[in-house]
């Protein structure tokens, strides 16, 4: 059963595409910061030991970086909150026809999770593209780090899924739980 509202949660999202468009501009200017910062880290962490405390410097440009990803996924969580409302009768009609509320939620979560999904993914490839250039181009003195490229593409693609799951759940999940009279009635 959560095949099938799955199924239709990507019926749903390839129909509704545009209104994914700024969460995922906003999850991919964060995942792009956080890629970067990872993978110029070394050379952070090598220029704010010369100021002294760079792991405190080297923590807070981090912090900063998830920071910023994290804002990206709330505008993800006010995209759902909105499609929410705007589904309204849609769900009214779902739980009329009797669907029960877990493939419901499971469609609905399904929009969420590609906007970041994408918006992490394109991120992630033009900040690795930029740190390549940057490093081939010899502009960043202390060098990118491939590694760091690595592990910043995949902390910026977790976070932003895990948070994108989280911030959307309970909207999503009050949407589905509501009797299917009053979305019927109250929907637009």
Not at 8 to 30: D, F, H, K, Q
Not at 89 to 100: K, Q, S, Y
Not at 114 to 120: E, N, S, T
């Amino acid at each position: 059963m959560i095949g099938n509202g799955l199924s239709y949660g990507w019926l749903a999202a390839r129909r509704r595409i545009s209104e994914m468009v700024l969460p995922a501009v906003t999850t991919a200017t964060g995942a792009y910061l956080v890629v970067l910062v990872f993978g110029m880290s070394d050379g952070i962490r090598t220029q704010s030991a010369a100021l002294g405390h760079a792991d405190e410097i080297s923590r807070a440009v981090v912090l900063i970086a998830v920071t910023v990803l994290l804002v990206g996924v709330a505008e993800v969580a006010v995209a759902t909150t909105r499609t929410v409302a705007h589904r309204t009768r849609e769900l009214g009609v779902l739980g009329a026809n009797g669907i029960p509320r877990a493939p419901v939620v499971a469609a609905l979560l399904v929009e969420p999770v590609i906007a970041a999904l994408a918006g992490a993914l394109i991120g992630a490839l033009l900040a690795v593209l930029t740190g390549v250039v940057l490093a081939a181009a010899g502009v960043v003195g202390t060098g990118v780090s491939t590694v760091g490229l690595a592990v910043g593409a995949g902390v910026a693609v977790a976070v932003s899924i895990v948070a994108a799951l989280a911030t959307s759940v309970v909207p999503t999940w009050k949407a589905a739980s509501r009797p299917p009279i009053r979305s019927l009635t109250e929907g637009s």
